[in-house]
């Protein structure tokens, strides 16, 4: 017969492991300063990192060795930092990087060594370069920007700003804003197809998602969101294309859903009930499971793709605002 270590014959007895397999997905809590840290071998909590300030942001490194997330002032209080953190799978904050003032969101490029910083009440999007630990530039860009991408070839970073209804394009190679265009009302985010040639706004107000042809940065399309519930909005926020870029996926908000859209077609074809406010969200590198980041609910809904069904719901800290996996 074959022996057991301890180790395994716990796992045996009680069916989990301290060894977490992973992948790992990473949820920033935007009210406790904390990040959830989910197995989603198993979808439980592996960890909570416990950072402080207002979190919000969140990315992984391109080799996901690296977390990283914005920082920023509590609401209403005057303790705090605005910095861009760096940490490690363990937890530990490797450096704390220069990011202007009140960073949402960021993008980060595969080398890592620029980040690219939505300012919310500045009007601008900061340049920092990594290695110097500065900003090297900052630039005007619409009203209260609040989302930022980088495209997959590392040449363009997108920066939604809510108020003006616009996306400002930077030029990597230049660092300057080359080219700005109109979508629906308050654009929250942006997010690319692995290829590059589309990308998609999503405009909470607007209650639309744009379709745009990244190689003249023009918009295509608009795709109009059902509405529900006696004919309110569902309030587009976070969005994430499959591998394949068959599929758009789109948290909602007040929504609390998430619409699933042919991205040949542009048609919605399912309506995804998850927990209350999901903003951020994330697919696992296999592209089978969705993971929301639900901010009234406290929780994380994941989402099997192939059946478009919930299948489990992780508990996460207050005010999960981000995912990154």
Aim: proline share 4%.
């Amino acid at each position: 017969m074959k022996k057991l270590c301890l180790i395994c014959l716990v796992c045996v007895v009680c069916g989990s492991c301290s060894r977490a397999k992973g992948p790992f997905a990473y949820v920033s809590n935007e009210r406790d300063g904390t990040i959830t840290v989910i197995d989603t071998n198993t979808d439980r909590v592996y960890s909570t990192i416990r950072v402080g300030g207002r979190l919000r942001g969140i990315r992984l490194s391109d080799d996901r060795k690296k977390i990283w997330v914005a920082i920023s002032y509590p609401t209403n209080e005057s303790q705090g930092e605005d910095k861009i953190a760096e940490l490690d799978p363990s937890g530990k904050v490797l450096a704390k990087y220069a990011a202007g003032t009140d960073p949402e969101n960021f993008a980060i490029d595969k080398a890592a060594g620029r980040l690219y910083i939505a300012n919310e009440d500045a009007g601008t999007a900061s340049i920092t370069d990594v290695k110097a630990n500065r900003v090297i530039a900052s630039m005007p860009v619409g009203l209260e920007p609040e989302g930022a991408a980088i495209s997959p070839d590392g040449r363009w970073v997108y920066i939604t700003s809510e108020s003006s209804s616009s996306v400002s394009v930077i030029d990597t190679q230049t660092d300057q804003v080359v080219s700005t265009f109109l979508v629906g009302a308050r654009p929250r985010e942006a997010v690319f197809a692995a290829d590059g040639s589309r990308a998609y706004i999503t405009a909470e107000n607007g209650n639309t998602v744009s379709v745009v042809d990244t190689n003249g940065h023009r918009v295509i399309k608009t795709i109009a969101l059902p509405r529900v519930e006696g004919n309110a909005q569902l309030k587009p926020k976070g969005a994430v294309v499959s591998l394949d870029g068959k599929r758009l996926y789109v948290a909602t908000g007040r929504g609390n859903c998430v619409a699933v859209i042919d991205a040949e077609s542009l048609n919605v074809l399912a309506l995804i009930p998850v927990g209350q406010r999901p903003w951020g969200i994330a697919l696992s590198p296999d592209g089978r499971k969705l993971y929301t980041a639900n901010g009234i609910s406290n929780d994380v809904s994941v989402i099997d793709t192939t059946s478009n069904k919930v299948i489990a719901t992780i508990k996460a800290g207050d005010g999960p605002w981000g995912i990154a996996l």
